[in-house]
T-cell receptor, first 116, second 112 residues
Framework: GNSVTQMEGPVTLSEEAFLTINCTYTATGYPSLFWYVQYPGEGLQLLLKATKADDKGSNKGFEATYRKETTSFHLEKGSVQVSDSAVYFCALSDQGSGGSNYKLTFGKGTLLTVNP | GAVVSQHPSRVICKSGTSVKIECRSLDFQATTMFWYRQFPKQSLMLMATSNEGSKATYEQGVEKDKFLINHASLTLSTLTVTSAHPEDSSFYIC????????FGQGTRLTVV
């Protein structure tokens, strides 16, 4: 079955530091890959996504590239801010789930804390 | 963007009672909604797929008689935890969407 393995946290960084959160996956077929963010007290929000190999998703300074050869989708940001403190989830969608209704397989989540 | 609203955000109940959690799509119709459960320091695990007008599809290992799902309209799915026990204490979250998955705020259930 499908699975997602992401770097365990917590991760604590100083403001303006470089961020990498590793994510690797196992899936049959050609899944779409996602990063979701959960700010304190809120629901999950889509941060970025990539739907095919070599696609790069980007949003709010975050980037991740779909690497089929290494089955990875690592999240990066060049300069983090205090407001980036949240839990980050890597996820994949099962392409066989019926198309437009996204059923997701999640990683465990990584808590990021950015200190001023 | 599309909004999914989940209620309540927190609930504490006594062991043996039942708790209902609502998930609403506020600005779109959702024929399918998904219910997830998250244990501390664990992944969000898919519990079931809620299908409007028909029975829910449960993942392996999820007790359908304990976690009752009703999807009576195109904008509302409910999850009822029946005869709750302390081991049912968890974070429950729903999602729905057509072009992407939109998530509710989640419900923190504590059974005492």
């Amino acid at each position: 079955g499908n699975s997602v393995t992401q770097m365990e946290g917590p991760v604590t960084l100083s403001e303006e530091a470089f961020l990498t959160i590793n994510c690797t996956y196992t899936a049959t077929g050609y899944p779409s890959l996602f990063w979701y963010v959960q700010y304190p007290g809120e629901g999950l929000q889509l941060l970025l996504k990539a739907t095919k190999a070599d696609d790069k998703g980007s949003n709010k300074g975050f980037e991740a590239t779909y690497r089929k050869e290494t089955t990875s989708f690592h999240l990066e940001k060049g300069s983090v801010q205090v407001s980036d403190s949240a839990v980050y989830f890597c996820a994949l969608s099962d392409q066989g789930s019926g198309g437009s209704n996204y059923k997701l397989t999640f990683g465990k989540g990584t808590l990021l804390t950015v200190n001023p | 963007g599309a909004v999914v609203s989940q209620h309540p955000s927190r609930v504490i109940c006594k062991s043996g009672t039942s708790v209902k959690i609502e998930c609403r799509s506020l600005d779109f119709q959702a024929t399918t909604m998904f219910w997830y459960r998250q244990f501390p320091k664990q992944s969000l695990m898919l519990m079931a797929t809620s299908n409007e007008g028909s029975k829910a599809t449960y993942e392996q290992g999820v007790e359908k008689d304990k976690f009752l799902i009703n999807h009576a309209s195109l904008t509302l799915s409910t999850l009822t935890v029946t005869s709750a026990h302390p081991e049912d204490s968890s974070f429950y979250i729903c999602s729905a969407g057509r072009t992407e998955a939109f998530f509710g705020q989640g419900t923190r259930l504590t059974v005492v």
